[in-house]
T-cell receptor
Framework: TQLLEQSPQFLSIQEGENLTVYCNSS?????LQWYRQEPGEGPVLLVT?????EVKKLKRLTFQFGDARKDSSLHITAAQPGDTGLYLC????????????FGQGTILTVHP | EAQVTQNPRYLITVTGKKLTVTCSQN?????MSWYRQDPGLGLRQIYY???????DKGDVPEGYKVSRKEKRNFPLILESPSPNQTSLYFC?????????????FGQGTRLTVV
């Protein structure tokens, strides 16, 4: 079974600070997705990365896929209270045929 | 509007009383799956289906059943619920029938078994 270890599990910061969330595995994935989930809702896709070393930017969010396609990171610049939520990474492909493997999630709280 | 619809949103039941959570998607997706979400454990896949009449176990299938008689519907059945099945459940669908594409999630069903 492929596992994705996500860290940190909790992050509480002040508005304007930068942060990085990590997603690591000993297994190779063909794609890595990042989702954001708000209370009372299902997760919503932020980005998919598929190429080793790939970097994607979504406004203040930067996503990176490791060269070996075993790890990924999400970096938020100048966090805002609206960024508060649960962030989930999910790996697809590899030996996990037919499924997405999710990390445990990072609960981010940005204080005004 | 493209969506995945789950019902009910909230359910409180007693141990042993059979229940069904419905899931329907209007995007003509081949792939559908069920997850449970528990604090500190993330989303764990219960069952998935790559096409009509094709279902397979995920990581935590014990105590659950599913069926896929039509492409749009994928109900989750708990024949004899137990308290350890108290959780937040999500249905999801994906265009990719390998399940590796973007997953579209329903709004969740919060189940409490007493």
């Amino acid at each position: 079974t492929q596992l994705l270890e996500q860290s940190p599990q909790f992050l509480s910061i002040q508005e304007g600070e930068n942060l990085t969330v990590y997603c690591n595995s000993s297994s190779v994935f063909s794609s890595l997705q990042w989702y954001r989930q708000e209370p009372g809702e299902g997760p919503v896709l932020l980005v998919t990365v598929v190429t080793g070393g790939e970097v994607k930017k979504l406004k203040r969010l930067t996503f990176q896929f490791g060269d070996a396609r075993k790890d990924s990171s999400l970096h938020i610049t100048a966090a805002q209270p609206g960024d508060t939520g649960l962030y989930l990474c999910a790996g697809g492909g590899g030996t996990s045929y037919g499924k997405l493997t999710f990390g445990q999630g990072t609960i981010l709280t940005v204080h005004p | 509007e493209a969506q995945v619809t789950q019902n009910p949103r909230y359910l409180i039941t007693v141990t042993g009383k059979k229940l069904t959570v419905t899931c329907s998607q209007n995007m003509n997706h081949e792939y559908m799956s069920w997850y449970r979400q528990d604090p500190g454990l993330g989303l764990r896949q219960i069952y998935y289906s790559m096409n009509v009449e094709v279902t397979d176990k995920g990581d935590v299938p014990e105590g659950y059943k599913v069926s896929r008689k039509e492409k749009r519907n994928f109900p989750l059945i708990l024949e004899s619920p137990s308290p350890n099945q108290t959780s937040l459940y999500f249905c999801a669908s994906s265009l990719s029938n390998y399940g590796t594409g973007e997953a579209f999630f329903g709004q969740g069903t919060r189940l409490t078994v007493v």
